[in-house]
């Protein structure tokens, strides 16, 4: 067991001793040669930017409205529906424009009056609604004629924002967690 104790006393002397030298040799002209190569600045034509150049961002078109995130992570828009300015949930879920009585009444219709034919299934159970049809909802320059929607029977928070005017559009989408909506 002893002679082996020996062998690695020596080989980490040995260690030891080449680390020293490597050390002292560091100061000598050797490493000079790789401090100009790490230094040297090639031509113009050799160059490379270390990260890809990005394109500077196009400007958004004028068809394009950007809606940010509100409470919840939901987005909200206000429109103009029969002029009256309502405030919706953007509501890719819902099948159609969903209008509270409240935001029926504010553009013109009588929710009293109006024929609750229709059964849809929410997120709070069955309801009965009314089905009705826009002439026009404006949302800034944004604008859809005769979009089918309907009228809860059942109370409401907010109006929907549902895919029968969504899907009027040229197109909708969620880029950096804003929704985008073109027309």
Known sequence: MLPMV?????LLFVLLAVMGVAILLKGTGGDDRRQEVRTRTPPQSERQSAAPR???PAPAPANEMVLRP???????VTADVGGAEIRFLVDTGASLIALSADDAERIGLEPDSLDYNGVVQTANGTTRVAPVTLDEVRIGQMEVDRVEAIVSQAPMGMSLLGMSFLRRLEGYRVEDGNLVLSW
């Open 6 to 10: 020996h062998t690695v006393r020596n």
């Open 54 to 56: 990005t394109p500077a």
């Open 70 to 76: 509100g409470q919840g992570g939901h987005y909200y």
